[in-house]
């Protein structure tokens, strides 16, 4: 099943990408994804996107470009998390230890399932891991408690001026539920 629902995912980036429009508008069954109608969400790193209008801007974080609260799936205790970062050219580690460093956050979680591909001219990695987050916070990233049933769905683009990480983490239905959306926003990346 998980591999129908990686297939699934891909699919749908892949149609998002190839048709015109899809950067705004994306479909999955019959719900529409809308982004914010905001010009411009963020733009570091030499890129800019929009993120989907359901979710909520967060508070200043540190370290983070910007953080959006995703609301939960019906039946789940908590909602997602989007967190985006961008340490700089160069810093922040390359593609594959970043994939490493997010597994390496949840228990039993077995191999990432790891994608590539090209957002308007950008080399885009999108990676898929599920299992027990150990839910890493704080300076020194400790371990606030084990969430079972958790998943991370993770983008990391290759932006003009270096590595930009997209990290949207919550239980499985939650980020089953906003899956089209990141991938909309994902798909809503721009060059400035």
Wanted: proline share 4%; aromatic share 8%; hydrophobic share 40%.
């Amino acid at each position: 099943m998980r591999s129908n629902l990686v297939a699934l995912c891909v699919v749908l980036l892949i149609v998002m990408l190839a048709v015109p429009g899809c950067g705004k508008k994306a479909s999955e069954g019959s719900q529409n994804v809308s982004l914010t109608k905001e010009a411009v969400e963020t733009t570091v790193a030499g890129i800019e996107w929009s993120y989907p209008s359901r979710w909520t801007k967060g508070g200043v974080r540190a370290m983070r470009v910007a953080t959006y609260v995703v609301p939960q799936a019906e039946g789940d205790s908590d909602g997602g998390e989007c967190a985006v970062f961008f340490f700089g050219a160069g810093q922040g580690g390359d593609v594959n230890s970043n994939i490493e460093r997010w597994g390496s956050q949840f228990e039993d979680a077995g191999q990432a399932v790891k994608t590539t591909t090209q957002v308007n001219s950008m080399n885009v990695t999108r990676v898929e891991i599920a299992g027990t987050f150990l839910a890493p916070s704080g300076p020194m990233m400790e371990s606030q408690g084990r969430k079972a049933n958790y998943r991370l769905l993770g983008a990391i683009v290759e932006a003009p001026e270096g590595l930009v990480f997209f990290k949207f983490t919550g239980p499985q239905k939650t980020i089953s539920t906003a899956t089209a959306e990141f991938d909309a926003m994902i798909a809503s990346i721009t060059k400035k």
